[in-house]
């Protein structure tokens, strides 16, 4: 007896829980019941599970019988030439849909030269055990999984054509790739996903070669000609917003050009690119701190406005200007309304991003790299036919990873370049590598892929023949103009005294309690007092208490308000933040006396 | 005559490594100045490879854990060796040792046996049996509560009591001695267990229906399970669980190899130098099965200091770092204002000699290049 459940309900119980399952399926192959239901049975529990509800993950599968697939050559005819159609194939019991469970009670051949007797099922293709963006690796079963993770995940990073009405869109952190191609090694899925409207990344031609160090550690040489040539660039996108609000008692934002006597007014310089309604016009180059809306605001409170006379006096500046460290050209300009129906100005700022050191590429197998440095194209390494790659790649990078589709692409986009052809790569079913390299023999190259390189600056032969082909390659959104980041003296917190945190904020960079250990372990005791100087501070402490005593800058002498003007105070250096600790120990009523002693 | 020159370096070198030189020297012919400049450059490089003072031992020592431990897969449990024991290693059994938990997770034991017995397969049996725990509910053929009568009965299964060689008295008198307000009462091989008092009434009898049946008959208190395994050419007895004093009791085991992965229960047994022994050979069994590399004098140090004080002491709050002299040090380390609140209530005075408090304050640490001070004071200024 086993108990059965629809959709998590118990409604009963049945003596044959397999042959009830087999009629089932059955009975829904026929289409008795609905194709939606799912059914399946675990042995452990000796359960049977109907399953009705939606939000269930399903997907479709071949139904064998007797070792044989029940989809044939003639149904595919059928199919091709529209006189069936996928509904057909279900309603006709040839394919159909298995949820989680069900999937559990089945045993699932992969290509029908598996196909064994006891197989319940078959994949339509066996690149359906690949999801969407990972299907569109060419070469995939060539690669380990784990590159093929870092190949998609890379991939979803690629700059491109975003969306095709970007130029009415108003998105946060956006790059637009300005030359986009579509792939010479396509797979199947670029096919089906129309690829080639929306494309993210461009051919170049490769050569697999170290180039002074240069490119150590997954870096990548450039080619500078290929960088004026346009390979690479991207604008980058940012919008830039500001309302104007309403306050109480009928107070109201002005966008305007402000006025010289308003609060914070900043220097004229900053305010040239306004117009006289106080937005900047497009195309306008603007730099950081560069006003693109100017703004006022009513003051704070409304008691300022008593003690002086002229309204406009009080009013703040609250302008909108161009972020620390970013510059850019003003795109478009917007004048709306918000939800409130407030006015509203968005403006959309332009930047042209030509590759530079520190830029992120990737292949698509989760081979990613930086540009470690762009090389004149008179100093790259060229071949004897005269080709001077785009891009240097480290072979280092290939051994460990296991990467072999990367190669294969290499060959594969060579072949298509040669030919004129777009190749396919489909994992599983793709053009045979055997073919590619024979094809690669016929246009004159050599099967390996190799070519007679010479050393771009001396001139000399390379030893060795280097490997140079075509690959689709791929920006990534990690550009360093917006990550790069330094700092000597700034901001500092209220509080602590400490600098403050974050790039957008002009912050400084923690040398962290880790970091601390580093060089506690040298031993460089001196070095390490000096980096966390940023706080320290002259405290003057009472020798009788032994608490902080206050210095009077007037009389130009320190006295204890608790030991009066005879103690001896003495001022020590500490930093910013013991003092803080100082301070919190007394609030919990701890006295924290200090000794002071001469250290010499 | 390398003996003479032996005898100068005494005391400046370690006796081991004159030793090893003596008996190196003696196989071939050396001529003083030869031997002399032997022992020179030892001297040299024995104090080259000597740790300077002022060395931050403590930090070379955490991020030598610190870093390779990051790369520790964790992966947790592994079959050691043939045998089917489950064994927890990688990062979960290294934070075991260094937090001295009181009971490994994984309590395994390895037994060795003395001299005729570890080759002599017949006899493992009998050992086996002696040391494999067995409980009631291993040897009953049935277990069951009179509702009417209000007592409990079992019968015992004297077939399978044969086969693990338990004598049915021994048995019989186990439960017995186990349950001393039981009246227990014998019919036909059938037990019956009657509480003396009748209070408690049915859940009483639920309780001691399972107390039955957890009552060890035979073998040593802890020891689940006993494997054989055939190890350079004698017998071993892997055993999960542990009780090295009971284990080390019986006759066949050879106590002087035995060993446990309970460290608590080594420093209680066998005292505190030999837990030291068994936490540096249980920190680099983990090191060594993650494939890692980690001097082996990391490990013993850091082995030093959870048992300097004679007993063993964990890396954490409640460990060592209660040890430490500075209240800041103290407080700088998880539950400061506890630490902080009992060192005023004493009036603890910090006398800012070590790193932690001088990171804080902001002064150079007494490490590396700040360490060396002046001795003399320099004689006070005389008050204007």
């Known amino acids: 007896m086993s108990d059965v459940y629809l959709d998590e309900k118990y409604v009963g119980t049945i003596e044959h829980p397999k042959e009830f399952l087999k009629s089932f399926i059955e009975e829904r192959r026929k289409q008795k019941i609905h194709a939606t239901v799912n059914v399946s049975y675990e042995s452990e529990f000796d359960e049977v599970s109907i399953h009705t509800a939606t939000g269930r993950v399903r997907r479709p599968l071949i139904i064998v019988e007797n070792g044989k697939a029940l989809l044939t050559e003639e149904h595919l005819k059928k199919l091709s030439s529209s006189d069936m159609r996928w509904q057909d194939l279900i309603e006709q019991g040839i394919i159909e849909y298995l949820d989680a469970n069900e999937e559990e009670n089945t045993l699932v051949a992969l290509t029908e030269r598996d196909l064994t007797k006891e197989h319940t099922h078959m994949e339509i293709d066996a690149i359906t055990i690949l999801g969407l963006i990972t299907s569109l690796v060419p070469y995939a079963n060539f690669g380990q999984s784990s590159r093929l993770n870092r190949g998609s995940k890379t991939q979803k990073q690629a700059l491109g054509l975003y969306a095709s009405n970007y130029l009415l869109r108003m998105d946060t952190d956006i790059s637009l790739l300005q030359y986009p191609q579509r792939p010479i090694v396509k797979t199947f899925m670029h096919d089906i996903s129309k690829y080639d409207k929306h494309p993210c990344g461009q051919n170049v031609t490769i050569a697999l070669l170290s180039y002074d160090g240069y490119n150590m550690q997954d870096a990548l040489i450039v080619n500078e000609g290929s960088v004026q040539r346009g390979f690479a660039r991207s604008f980058y996108f940012r919008p830039y917003n500001a309302d104007e609000l309403r306050y109480q008692g009928g107070l109201i934002d002005e966008i305007g050009v402000p006025d010289k006597e308003v609060k914070a007014y900043r220097s004229e310089e900053d305010y040239k690119f306004l117009e006289d309604d106080g937005i900047v016009f497009p195309e306008a180059k603007v730099k950081e701190d560069d006003v693109l809306i100017g703004k006022t605001s009513p003051p704070r409170f409304l008691g300022e406005m008593e003690e002086f006379s002229i309204a406009a006096n009080t009013r703040r500046e609250s302008s909108i200007a161009v972020k620390h460290g970013e510059h850019g050209i003003v795109d478009m300009v917007i004048l709306t309304e918000n939800d409130e129906g407030n006015k509203l100005i968005q403006i959309r700022l332009r930047d042209q991003r030509i590759p530079e050191p520190g830029d992120k590429f990737a292949s698509r197998y989760g081979q990613k790299g930086v540009i470690g440095r762009i090389v004149p194209q008179a100093d790259m390494p060229f071949t004897a036919s005269g080709i001077v790659p785009d891009i240097i790649f480290s072979p280092h990078s290939i051994p460990s990873r296991m990467t072999i589709s990367h190669l294969i692409e290499v060959i594969g986009g060579k072949v298509g370049a040669l030919s004129g052809r777009l190749i396919d790569g489909t994992t599983f079913s793709a053009e045979s590598e055997k073919d590619l390299r024979k094809e690669l023999l016929k246009s004159g190259f050599r099967e390996n892929g190799t070519e007679r390189m010479y050393n771009g600056i001396t001139g000399e032969e390379f030893k060795a023949n280097i490997y140079v082909g075509n690959m689709y390659y791929l920006k990534l959104k990690h550009m360093v103009a917006n990550k790069m980041h330094a700092r000597a003296s700034g901001k500092i917190q209220l509080l602590t005294r400490q600098p403050i945190e974050g790039r957008s904020a002009g912050g400084g960079l923690r040398l962290g309690e880790m970091e601390k250990d580093c060089l506690v372990a040298h031993g460089a005791s001196l070095l390490l007092k000096e980096r966390f100087d940023s706080d320290k501070t002259i405290l003057h402490i009472c020798e009788t208490c032994g608490m902080v005593a206050i210095f009077d800058w007037l009389k130009k002498r320190a006295t204890c308000p608790k030991c009066g003007a005879n103690a001896e105070v003495n001022s020590i250096e500490m930093s910013y933040a013991f003092k803080l600790l100082l301070d919190e120990l007394k609030s919990l009523i701890i006295y924290p006396k200090i000794n002071l002693k001469n250290k010499y | ?384």
């Open chain 2, 1 to 384: 005559m390398i003996d003479e020159i032996a005898k100068q370096y005494e005391g400046r070198l370690p006796t081991p490594l004159i030793e090893e030189v003596k008996k190196e020297a003696k196989e071939v012919k050396l001529t003083r100045a030869q031997g002399e400049a032997i022992f020179a450059k030892l001297e040299q490089k024995y104090k080259y490879a000597r740790i300077q003072p002022g060395e931050a031992i403590g930090i070379v020592t955490a991020e030598s854990f610190g870093e390779p431990g990051t790369q520790m897969t964790l992966r947790t449990f592994h079959f050691a060796g043939v045998a089917e024991v489950n064994v927890t290693l990688g990062l979960p059994r290294l934070i075991e040792i260094f937090d001295a938990r009181k009971e490994p997770s994984t309590p395994l034991m390895v037994i060795y046996l003395k001299k005729p017995f570890n080759k002599d397969e017949k006899s493992l049996e009998k050992i086996i049996a002696q040391i494999k725990e067995i409980r009631v509910h291993e040897v009953l053929t049935e277990i069951s509560i009179n509702l009417l009568k209000l007592h409990v009965e079992y019968v015992l299964n004297k077939k399978r009591m044969k086969e693990l060689g338990i004598p049915e008295e021994s048995a019989i008198k186990a439960i017995k001695d186990a349950l001393k307000t039981i009246d227990i009462i014998e019919k036909d091989s059938r037990y019956t267990a009657t509480p003396k008092s009748k209070e408690g009434g049915l859940p009483a009898l639920y309780t001691l229906k399972e107390r039955i049946k957890e009552v060890k008959v035979n073998g040593i208190e802890g020891i689940q399970d006993v494997i054989p395994k055939m190890e350079n050419n004698e017998i071993i007895l892997l055993a999960s669980g542990s009780n090295l004093k009971d284990v080390s009791k019986i006759e066949q085991v050879d106590f002087t190899r035995t060993t446990t992965n309970n460290i608590f229960e080594v420093a209680k047994n066998l005292g505190i130098e030999a837990a030291r022994q068994t936490i540096i050979a249980e920190a680099s069994k983990v090191i060594q099965e993650q494939g890692l590399d980690i001097d082996i004098r990391h490990i013993m140090f850091i082995s030093d200091l959870m048992t300097a004080k004679g007993e063993i002491k964990g890396i954490t709050r409640s460990g060592i770092t209660e040890e430490k002299e500075s209240v800041l040090a103290r407080a700088s380390f998880e539950t400061p204002i506890r630490h902080l609140i009992n060192a005023s209530l004493i009036g603890e005075v910090d006398m800012l000699n070590s790193v932690v408090e001088n990171v804080m304050i902001n002064q150079p640490i007494p490490l590396g290049t700040g360490l060396p001070s002046l001795i003399t004071k320099l004689a006070k200024e005389s008050k204007k």
